[in-house]
């Protein structure tokens, strides 16, 4: 739980099909290893079966059905969590978002709306959403430490479509640093406890 001796928060958005309890399982070392990080992973407000009618559940940030009004309920959504959540830490605490596959376009359209700017943005396996108007993503993007992440055999991300974004996000004027690692389209425990050790996050750019 959050507490005047929290030094970090992360807000972890989970993947297509995925359940938050799950999910946070993930991050179970980091937070064991470090008492003044928290970890909170938000779960997509729509669940479905995964097979059929019955058997095992996942969740979902949005799909094209009523679209829109999905993307607004769940920055909403976020927003309130994130305020209670920051409300109870001390001014200054260093704020990481991760998203992973169908999290990450979640993560970066909840940011730019958010009352909060992170600390560092981990793009997990997934894209920047490229549907947010430029000027929102390039305000987010400006000088916000950014990490990429992917696996070399990832199934779903080819090593053009990971070039391809990291043009994209240069453009936006973000200065985004890419980790790679042995794996497929998954989180990497190596890969995390970089991401946490002080001072892991890129430097931002200069003015």
């Not at 009523?66 to 305020?83: P, W």
């Not at 055999?153 to 973000?174: E, F, K, M, N, T």
Request: charged share 15%; net charge neutral; with cysteine.
């Amino acid at each position: 739980m959050p507490s005047n001796a929290t030094r970090q928060v992360w807000f972890v958005c989970h993947g297509y099909g995925q359940l938050a309890a799950y999910f946070i399982r993930h991050f179970a070392a980091l937070a064991a290893a470090d008492p003044a990080l928290v970890v909170v992973a938000p779960e997509g407000l729509s669940r479905f079966y995964l097979q059929g009618n019955g058997g095992r559940v996942g969740a979902s940030w949005m799909t094209r059905e009523d679209r829109l009004h999905e993307i607004n309920d769940q920055i909403s959504f976020l927003n309130q969590l994130a305020g209670n959540i920051l409300s109870q830490c001390p001014a200054g605490v260093r704020v990481t978002v991760l998203g992973f596959s169908q999290g990450t376009a979640t993560a970066g359209r909840w940011l730019a709306q958010a009352a909060f700017r992170p600390t560092h943005l981990v793009l997990w396996a997934g894209e920047f959403p490229p549907d947010l108007a430029p000027e929102a993503a390039a305000r987010l993007l400006r000088s916000l430490p950014l990490t990429l992440v992917v696996g070399d055999h990832d199934q779903y991300l080819s090593a053009d479509a990971v070039a391809q974004q990291r043009a994209a996000l240069r453009r936006l004027g973000a200065t985004p640093v890419l980790r790679t690692f042995a794996g497929r389209h998954e989180l990497n425990q190596e890969i995390l406890a970089c991401l946490h050790r002080p001072g892991a996050e890129p430097p931002a750019p200069g003015p």
